[in-house]
Nanobody
């Protein structure tokens, strides 16, 4: 069974940095896109950053120049380096990936359990 496991959230002061990681485990044939979304109470989940396996990155306008997404394909892991954090970055961050499980030809959408990021003033 394929799972996404996140780590790296926590409490940080405004202007600080955090790095989130997301590792895909299980029987995997291929991982296409990996990305990060975030959600605050009462709001819809929004894209933060996304990276295709061998392609360009996409970032939300609000995080461009501050956040960087990168992958280690050998480790099935994606990272989100978050610098110059602001209180408005406070949210639950979710990892998302499109994965072809081993023994199938179907791309499936997977989500992590979420990790809380809190930025204090």
């Amino acid at each position: 069974q394929v799972q996404l496991v996140e780590s790296g959230g926590g409490l940080v002061q405004s202007g600080g940095s955090l790095r989130l990681s997301c590792t895909a485990s299980g029987s995997i044939s291929f991982i296409a896109n990996m990305g990060w979304y975030r959600q605050t109470p009462g709001k819809e989940r929004e894209l933060v950053a996304r990276l295709r396996r061998d392609g360009p990155e996409d970032y939300a306008h609000s995080v461009k120049g501050r956040f960087t997404i990168f992958r280690d394909n050998a480790k099935n892991t994606a990272y989100l380096q978050m610098n110059s954090l602001k209180p408005e970055d406070t949210a639950v961050y979710y990892c998302n990936a499109q994965i072809v499980p081993a023994g199938t030809n179907t791309v499936k959408d997977y989500w992590g359990q979420g990790t809380q990021v809190t930025v204090s003033t």
